[in-house]
């Protein structure tokens, strides 16, 4: 039996190299943007999930903190899920192209036609 079959999923610093990739999977994040929410190097991530080496344990459980925080859930059996929130109508997107679709309706719903009244 291995260790990973021994310990709950609760465990904070509990975090596998399939489930970190199966979960920036499911969040569509990019190894820089993991790194990036972990406050941990890219390629801490990268050696991470290749197998390389195991980082120590607060870098791991920052790792997992990110994941979680951007909705992820890791079920007992350690397979990661994207929780939904359904008041707020689903994951909201976090991506640079989604945030200038935003301001671009925005600037259009504020922008109004100036009249101008010249005699």
Known sequence: ???RHCMPMDSPDLLTAEQARAARALLNWSRVRLAAKA?????????????VRKPRPGAVAAIRRALEG?????????????MRDEEAGGREADNRKWRRRERKRAWRAS??????NQP
Do not use: R
């Open 1 to 3: 039996m291995s260790l």
């Open 39 to 51: 406050n941990l190097g890219e390629m801490t991530i990268n050696e991470f999930e290749n197998g």
């Open 70 to 82: 951007a909705g992820i859930v890791f079920a007992v059996d350690g397979s990661p899920s994207l």
């Open 111 to 116: 922008a109004k036609p100036v009249e101008c």
